[in-house]
């Protein structure tokens, strides 16, 4: 039988190639995938390293050739009259259909070969991910089987070729059209599941995406196998007399019992979601081992619950099994800790209720556009966790994200993982406490007092006593987690002293008043592992202010306790106001909203010289220059082992006088940068300019009949440098996975090598090769002046770089000058009257910081703007949420929340192209067309070179040859 089979098909491919037919076929198949990906689907400025566009198209492109190859398999057979001779040779009817199976599918093979220079060409010029090539592949030969055995058919049951190619496509689209978002929201319901499980296109999106799910290739072997039996069945009849009703009415039965028995098949496995292999390069459809670290270590049970309205928005109704497959992978991974449902409140008024008063869940009213009408429908699409009495609420908002195409919005999924492992973190640290999380340790927590007890102010002595009953009531509850000391540094049995301690945490001595040569020590020092954090002395003797302070070092030396990010931007600045009443230069409110989605976000204010000892991390937002004593507040709090990050450089946001536009104005922030420059960085004057740079709204005037219009249009703006992974520190976690990056109004950053030699630094980003400084803040184009950019360009080109990262031990630039906060103490009365006890300042610089320390650098305090994110965001909605993400990830990195950081790497890996210039472009399109003609060419060669010296031409389409084959 196998001979027979190999026999047929060896024919078939014959009758194709014997004639421009295959090449026909071929070549309109080629050509037509070729000119929607790179002209339709206009790859090069989709800028995505991925074949998406390919597989886009190929459920509607394969009905066509499938149509057009198996039209005539049966047809021509029977219009010849050479059927019946096919029937009564010893060749079974299985067989016959098998062998020209295997011939249409064998074309199909070539045909999807000859694309393959489109995944190669993609892989030259990016980091493709060859997950979801293989899988579109894959899908592709499924879902032509499918069309192939369903063509077959057809062709069986009619001798008009035209017939048969009508037929096929009808059945073919039908089955594609039923799965399709169109169809499945016009039904709505449970009905629009089963659609959406029957349809061969919402079949193919799962596999093309680089999911290979036993349920789809149970599908389409179903679909195949089911329609091979009918074309059996269908010749197999033919034969049957008018005599043999029992016997055709058994082969029915039988096909119908097959049919059923493949139905119950599909039906038994759809809930089976764990049955697939993710063979994405990064595991993109998988949980990530972080998330599934943190619900393993659950301790109470989890609830997710999904509100989804069955009605719901149809850009809304295609997430909604992903959904449900996410939530289902996240109780699969839990071993019964967390319980995951998706729920209706509409249908159900208890839980309706529950939701709108308890958690705040309320209905969003969604406008639905039909074709003769519009109306407004109240759907819920949000996601509760709760953990213990700790709920977070993820609402519709929050979980997607749009995207604006060239055929309208396009709705996805954000980054579902991400927020729901975040929200599953939220929960659960929120409502761990203290002694949870030092029985989690795995070695004690020391807390060391280093104090001077007969030298120690009479005040401070009460403080210390206060220090002493907080520490012990902790370390007496914490079952030997936590261990107190105090250590008399004026004893030298203590085995410390004033050099060591020194050298060691960078702590001084402290005098007792700004004349007095006495001095004391008043420290606390936590050690946690390999963190260490400093604790300044204490001046509120209050029990709560004392716990508060340990209480916040032992949380920012250890997991499970959500960060507290301190966040500190100047205030406004009247002359900066734009017309509207806005101050631009001090409007960071979606970078506070997206950080408030996994910390806890506070304004600091630094003007005391001070810290708040709460915070883990300081983000500073410096478009004006820094007072002294703020200065010293960054200082110290670097100093005492704390991350901190900078956004800055010499310029800030500012109208301009005569257009009102967006200008910059130049800053003088010396006190700042003197600091940075003490610590081995600088940030130099201008900014800087780079021809590979990212589109923007630039208000353009220009001159129509005599008359000045303004119009905005995006161009090329040097001023916002594009930054590519190739121009990236890719090995620093911060920029790990992250496309691209959009440097807005940037400064270089420069790093003292010598100074930094003993320190970890990495610059994170730089411009290209091909970038220039300019000092001028005219920021408005004039493409009159200068056509190709509206700027001038220098003759001096090279690259800048635009941040830095620093970890290591840092001096203090406060080590050998007077602390600001001395030169703010009040002098005596004439009459020499004591200040108050409480009112003394106890002033000590601490001049050495632990080796954990970190400072990140970025010369740019204008990209995490509000104004300028909207702006950018209007136009390149992806460039728009790479900038967000680039801020989550300094500060993940800055407060050593590196399992959080992993969790939004996770499945993002950067897949971009390289730019192009528009003759770089044309060269590789034009190339891949040329291959393709090529390969045809080449296929039709050595095809008909093989048939002369082996084949004979044989005159009828099929009967001759299977009877010498079944004859021998």
Do not use: C
Not at 354 to 366: C, M, R, S, V
């Amino acid at each position: 039988m196998r001979r027979q089979i190999f026999a047929i098909t060896k024919k078939e491919l014959s009758n194709y190639f014997g004639s421009p037919l295959a090449l026909i076929f071929l070549g309109t198949f080629v050509a037509a995938v070729l000119f929607i990906f790179f002209t339709i689907e206009t790859f090069f400025a989709r800028g995505i390293a991925d074949v998406r566009p390919l597989f886009k198209w190929m459920p509607i492109l394969l009905i066509f050739l499938l149509a057009a190859l198996t039209m005539r398999q049966w047809s021509e057979e029977r219009r010849a009259g050479t059927e019946e001779l096919l029937l009564t040779l010893p060749v079974s009817p299985t067989a016959l259909v098998l062998g020209k199976f295997l011939a249409v599918m064998t074309l199909i093979l070539i045909a999807l070969g000859l694309t393959l220079p489109l995944p190669i060409t993609v892989a030259l010029l990016g980091n493709l991910d060859w997950g979801p090539v293989i899988g579109g592949y894959l899908a592709a030969i499924l879902l032509a089987s499918a069309y192939a055995a369903i063509g077959l058919f057809v062709s069986s049951r009619t001798d008009n070729q035209i017939v048969a190619l009508i037929v096929t496509v009808l059945l073919g689209g039908l089955f594609y059209a039923i799965g399709t978002r169109g169809i499945t929201d016009f039904v709505g319901g449970a009905a629009s599941k089963i659609l959406w499980a029957v349809g061969t296109g919402s079949r193919f999106e799962s596999i093309q995406r680089g999911v290979i799910d036993l349920r789809d290739l149970i599908y389409y072997g179903s679909l195949t196998t089911f329609f091979l039996m009918l074309n059996a069945l269908s010749l197999d009849s033919i034969r049957w007399s008018r005599q043999q009703t029992a016997y055709r009415r058994k082969m029915w039965t039988t096909a119908v019992l097959v049919g059923l028995n493949l139905l119950l098949l599909n039906v038994w496995l759809y809930p089976l979601v764990q049955a697939r292999v993710d063979i994405t390069a990064d595991q993109q459809y998988s949980l990530s081992s972080t998330t599934k670290d943190l619900i393993n270590n659950l301790q109470e049970p989890l609830l997710i619950r999904a509100y989804i309205s069955e009605n719901n928005h149809p850009l809304l109704q295609p997430l909604i099994p992903q959904i449900q497959d996410m939530l289902r992978e996240y109780e699969i991974a839990s071993n019964g800790m967390i319980t995951a449902e998706v729920v209706d409140p509409i249908t159900n008024p208890e839980l309706e209720a529950e939701a709108n008063q308890t958690y705040g869940i309320q209905p969003t009213p969604f406008q639905v556009s039909g074709r003769y009408e519009a109306s407004v429908i109240n759907s819920y699409f949000d996601i509760l966790v709760r953990y213990g009495d700790q709920d977070v609420v993820l609402n519709f908002q929050d979980l997607i994200q749009v995207d604006q195409t060239a055929v309208g919005p396009e709705v996805r999924l954000r980054n579902l993982e991400y927020d729901l492992t975040s929200a599953v973190k939220k929960a659960v640290y929120g409502f761990q406490s203290i002694d949870a999380v030092l029985g989690a340790l795995d070695q004690p927590v020391t807390l060391t007092a280093y104090v001077t007890p007969d030298t120690l102010p009479q005040d401070l002595a009460a403080v210390q006593q206060t220090v002493d009953s907080v520490a012990q009531d902790i370390a007496h509850n914490s079952n030997g987690k936590f261990v107190y000391k105090v250590v008399d540094v004026s004893d030298p049995a203590s085995g410390v002293n004033q050099q060591s301690l020194y050298e060691q945490y960078g702590i001084q001595p402290i005098p007792t008043s700004l004349f007095s040569p006495d001095t004391f020590y008043d420290y606390l020092v936590l050690q946690n592992g390999d963190q260490t954090q400093v604790i300044p002395p204490q001046t509120d003797s209050s029990e709560g202010n004392v716990r508060t302070s340990i209480e916040s070092a032992l949380k920012r030396t250890s997991t499970g306790f959500l960060k507290t990010v301190g966040l500190w931007t100047p205030p406004a600045d009247p002359s900066t106001q734009f017309g509207n009443g806005t101050d631009a230069a001090s409007q960071y409110s979606q970078i506070r909203q997206l950080l408030g989605q996994d910390y806890t976000v506070r304004s600091v204010d630094l003007s005391s010289g001070q810290a708040p000892a709460d915070i883990d991390m300081l983000l500073v937002i410096a478009t004006q220059d820094m007072t002294e004593q703020e200065v010293y507040a960054l200082d110290q709090y670097l100093m005492r082992g704390g991350s901190v990050v900078v956004m800055t450089n010499g310029y800030e946001l500012a109208p301009d006088n005569f257009t009102g536009q967006i200008g910059l104005l130049p800053v003088n922030g010396r006190n700042l940068r003197d600091w940075l420059t003490s610590n081995g960085i600088t940030i130099e004057d201008g900014l800087v300019m780079d021809p590979q740079n990212q589109p923007f709204p630039v208000a353009v005037v220009r001159q129509v009949g005599g008359v000045q219009v303004q119009e905005y249009q995006a161009l090329d703006y040097p001023f916002f440098v594009d930054v590519r992974p190739n121009a990236m520190d890719t090995k620093s976690p911060i920029l790990a996975n992250l496309p691209a990056v959009t440097m807005s109004w940037v400064s270089p950053v420069v790093v003292d090598a010598a100074q930094n030699a003993d320190r970890n630094t990495s610059v994170l980003m730089h411009s290209s090769d091909s970038s220039w400084l300019t000092t001028d803040t005219n920021i408005q184009p004039d493409f009159d002046l200068y056509p190709q950019f509206g700027f001038p360009i220098s003759d001096t080109a090279k690259s800048y770089p635009l941040a830095v990262s620093v970890q290591g031990q840092f001096a203090s630039y406060f080590a050998d000058k007077q602390s600001p906060l001395e030169t703010a103490v009040p002098t005596p009365s004439p009459d020499n009257t004591a200040l108050p006890a409480q009112s003394t300042p106890y002033v000590s610089t601490i001049t050495q910081s632990p080796s954990n320390a970190r400072l990140v650098v970025i010369g740019s305090s204008a990209f995490p703007n509000d104004m300028v994110l909207s702006l950018s965001g209007a136009l390149t909605q992806d460039r728009y949420l790479t900038n967000l993400q680039f801020v989550q990830n300094v500060v993940d990195w800055s407060v050593e929340d590196l399992d959080l950081l992993a969790i939004r790497s996770h499945g993002t890996t950067a897949h971009v192209l390289e730019p192009l210039s528009n003759q770089q472009e044309a060269v590789w399109e034009g190339a891949n067309y040329v291959i393709a003609l090529l390969a045809l060419a080449g296929i039709f060669v050595a095809w008909r070179w093989r048939k002369r010296r082996h084949i004979p031409d044989l005159p009828s389409p099929t009967a001759p040859t299977v009877a010498a084959e079944g004859g021998k």
